[in-house]
């Protein structure tokens, strides 16, 4: 950690705060709003909650599936599997958008999300951290599996806002978990003096490189994204 962040933050209070910080700003969303663009690539926002609805869903089904291995990711190697893959992501991209597109207003997309949010938040809670959890084919603890759940809800907070200037920016816990999750995947603390959001936006591919920080990154620079 830098010393904005000099401790380390808890995976359920960062998943609270991420999880909480992006219900904060879905909320007071309604349907003129959940047409406009956002950070990802073919997406409005609804579609970006539908997603975001997705991986609740998905957590929800992690916490309540015990894993009897031993875990081989942690909430950094969780990331190692992802690789840019412009073929897939398309496809993933559609499908969002196709399913999304079956809520003929946003208002029970929203609230479904919220609802949905919620339990995955109080889930967590109530969940031993130490204990092996299964998703998406590998075993973490549930600590480790809140961690990664905050990031992708704190990464998508910056998608969220782009078209909303008025909006409130990520919770600081979750963007801690990304600060720490992004020095993991690097190696070592970023070597550049980033403020939070630009660290999450720049090593995920949101923000282009300038050639000054090319040159501070070195061959480090090749690297990223480091996920996306």
Same mark, same amino acid.
């Given at each position: ?15 609270? !705060? ?20 956002? &950070? ?8 970006? @909650? ?88 590998? @075993?973490?603890?549930? &600590? ?24 409130? &920016? ?6 801690? !978990? ?28 949101? !923000? ?21």
């Amino acid at each position: 950690m830098t010393a904005e962040h000099p401790d380390a933050v808890a995976p359920v209070t960062a998943l609270r !705060a991420s999880y909480g910080a992006f219900a904060a700003v879905v909320e007071t969303l309604g349907d003129d709003e959940s047409w406009l663009p956002t &950070g990802c690539t073919g997406w409005a926002v609804r579609d970006l @909650v539908f997603h975001c609805l997705s991986d609740a869903q998905r957590a929800l089904v992690a916490l309540h599936t015990p894993a009897t291995a031993p875990a081989d990711r942690d909430a950094v190697t969780y990331w190692h599997d992802w690789a840019p893959d412009p073929v897939g992501a398309a496809h993933g991209r559609r499908w969002t958008r196709v399913s999304a597109s079956m809520f003929l207003s946003f208002g029970p997309l929203r609230d479904l999300y919220l609802e949905t949010a919620a339990a995955t938040v109080t889930a967590g809670a109530a969940a031993d951290p130490a204990r092996a959890v299964g998703t998406q084919g590998h @075993v973490l603890t549930a &600590g480790d599996l809140l961690t990664t759940l905050a990031v992708e809800a704190t990464v998508h907070h910056l998608d969220l806002t782009v078209s909303l200037p008025g909006a409130a &920016g990520p919770a600081p816990e979750g963007l801690a !978990a990304v600060r720490a999750t992004l020095d993991g995947l690097l190696g070592r603390p970023v070597p550049l003096d980033w403020s939070d959001e630009h660290y999450a936006r720049a090593a995920t591919g949101r !923000a282009p490189l300038t050639q000054e920080e090319r040159r501070t990154l070195g061959s480090s620079a090749e690297r990223l994204p480091l996920l996306s």
